[in-house]
Each structure stands twice: as structure tokens, then as C-alpha cells.
């Protein structure tokens, strides 16, 4: 029988079985010993994945060797755009350094301490402040983040299997269709505590097409609402773009205090990339970088209207990337 024929059936088998999680647990532990995690894949089941991937959420195929929307051009950036230094900008961990050597320190999240094993971060535990945040820095969109406020009232036996879990490749992005991520380690990192980034309903993400900046979105919620928190466009005038990203609603923002800093610190860490999209975090004292990536929403997310789509993909440019 092969592989794919075993794994789809496992994975079947798997939504049936979410009333019986013992039962569930074996499954899968049987489905990851007869395959491999994405990364491994060889190059044209790797294409083939990726395209699969895209007609399942978007609803049609389309000519890899021809994109036009931007979400199209997202897969064959996936596909054909690699570098080697990919994992310092993506990493949660180590685009921290990156953003360091091009802004100078301070423009991160400080960090108390980082591994790449449980033992040694149960081993440490005693050292970390009482106050602070575990984060994985291999997934997106607000997963894999626990705000520790107690850290003596914390029982570590209770909270181990979940942060054991995001060490699994199985489930970080090392198992996605997103190249940029494979040369990484799982890590877990833990942060200083920041009030008033916990706090606050908004992240800042801006669209840097040639190393300029050339709009962005703000995400309400997204600590609160995972799954359908407000996401809404603007203008680097900001005057809002009627886009609708996905399923999300609209709601209007404010202009961060801090808005003309992050454009500017957008546009030094995105030159020399055809495109990529740079998020922050604004505070009352100074902006902070939370993430960069090559994919929002791994190109599987619609914009609607799709002339708007359409726009991104015009300014997206692929043939100065040689594959």
C-alpha cells in the first residue's frame, strides 16, 4: 500500500476518532512512523503538496510557471525563492539577532533564556523571573504562546506536555509548505514580560514589496480571538483599503503612536527581498518587531475584491529571483 493511501486513511480515521483521545493518540503516533514531515519531501511532491494545498483553500489550480494574483505568486515564492540565511529572519529566535544588525539593540523582545529540550527548560525553570512568556519559534498567528504571570504558583508537571509539544517537528512549521523555515531548530524561548504588549488589541503588519513599504493591516484581538479577529488595511497615509482578508470582519484602528518609526524600520529590514512583511507590537515608549515572513497566511488566504489581489500581485516581481 503506499504511503499517501496510509496516510489518508489515518487522517480520517483521526477525525473520527476526536471522542476517543487515547485511541487518537495512537493513530497519529502510527500515521508520523509511516511518513515523513514536509521538509523531507523530495522536490516535486514538495510542488505537487504545495498546489494541492492551494486548491483546497482557495478553490481552483492555476499554472505555477504563470502566477498573477498574489496569493499565487506566494506558492511559487514558496517553491523557488531560497536562501540560505532564511532561517535568521523567520526564526522567532534568531531574526532577533538579524533585527539587531540592521536596527542596533533594542528593538526586540529581550529574552531570559532559550532551549531546544525540555529536561534542560525544566531544569532551568528555577532561574526564570516570576513573571514572563514561553513562546515556540516555529509557528504563527498567536499558537504556541503561554503568559506566565505566577511562576511559584505554576506546577511545571502540568504545563510540560504542552511545551514538549511544540518541540515535536511534527507540529512547528517545520511541517508546513513554507521553505524558509527548514533550516531551523524548534526552540522555546523565554521573554521578559510586557504589560502593555499582553495587554493591547492591536499588532501592526506591513506589506514591504522591494524593500519599500507599501501598506500594512492592523489585527485587533489577536491574543484574544484566534480565529476571527478583525483584520483591516490601510494606506501608509492611513486611509483604510476596503479589503476583506479571508473571513475576517473590519473594524477601524487608530494610528499608532509610533507609526512613522515602524515604516521606517520596515523599510531597512526588507530591503533586498522582493517581498515580505514586517509586524510590530507599539508601546508608549517605542515600537517593537515581533515577526518578519515571506507568506501571510501561507498565500492561502483570499483578498477580496480580487483586483486588490491582483494589485499585490503586479508588484510582486519574480523574475529578478533566479531558480
Not at 509557528?139 to 511559584?152: A, L, P, T, W, Y
Not at 503612536?257 to 517605542?286: C, N, W
Request: net charge positive.
Amino acid at each position: 500500500m503506499k504511503t499517501g493511501i496510509i496516510r489518508n486513511t489515518f487522517t480520517a480515521l483521526c477525525k473520527k476518532m476526536e471522542a476517543y483521545p487515547r485511541l487518537r493518540h495512537c493513530i497519529l503516533v502510527c500515521l508520523r512512523r509511516t511518513t515523513m514531515t514536509i521538509n523531507r519531501w523530495p522536490e516535486q511532491k514538495f510542488i505537487n503538496g504545495v498546489m494541492d494545498c492551494y486548491k483546497r483553500h482557495m478553490g481552483y489550480s492555476f499554472n505555477l510557471s504563470h502566477p498573477v494574483l498574489f496569493t499565487e505568486k506566494l506558492q511559487w515564492y514558496k517553491v523557488y525563492y531560497q536562501r540560505d540565511d532564511f532561517a535568521n529572519i523567520t526564526d522567532k529566535y534568531l531574526f532577533k539577532n538579524y533585527v539587531k544588525k540592521k536596527l542596533g539593540p533594542g528593538h526586540t523582545i529581550p529574552i531570559y533564556n532559550v532551549w531546544t529540550d525540555i529536561g534542560d527548560l525544566e531544569r532551568d525553570w528555577h532561574s526564570l523571573p516570576e513573571e514572563f512568556v514561553l513562546k515556540a519559534n516555529l509557528q504563527s498567528d498567536g499558537r504556541n504562546i503561554m503568559f506566565v504571570h505566577h511562576k511559584s504558583q505554576t506546577d511545571f508537571r502540568r504545563i510540560r506536555p504542552e511545551l514538549k509539544r511544540w518541540l515535536k517537528v511534527w507540529d512547528t512549521l517545520l511541517n508546513s509548505w513554507e521553505w524558509h523555515f527548514y533550516n531551523s531548530t524548534p526552540r522555546i524561548l523565554a521573554e521578559k514580560y510586557m504589560s502593555n504588549i499582553e495587554g493591547q488589541l492591536y499588532d501592526y503588519k506591513i506589506y514591504c514589496f522591494d524593500g519599500e513599504p507599501y501598506c500594512m493591516y492592523v489585527a485587533q484581538e489577536h491574543f484574544v480571538d484566534n480565529n476571527s479577529y478583525p483584520i483591516t488595511f490601510y494606506d501608509l497615509d492611513w486611509k483604510k483599503i476596503d479589503v476583506c482578508y479571508g473571513s475576517h470582519r473590519k473594524a477601524d484602528a487608530a494610528k499608532p503612536k509610533h507609526f512613522a518609526e515602524m515604516v521606517e524600520m520596515a523599510r531597512i529590514l526588507s530591503k533586498g527581498f522582493p517581498f515580505i512583511r514586517v509586524d510590530f507590537f507599539d508601546t508608549d515608549e517605542k515600537p517593537y518587531v515581533a515577526e518578519m515572513t515571506f507568506t501571510p497566511g501561507g498565500g492561502c488566504v483570499p483578498y477580496s475584491p480580487e483586483s486588490f489581489n491582483r494589485l499585490l500581485g503586479d508588484k510582486l516581481i519574480l523574475k529578478s529571483i533566479s531558480h
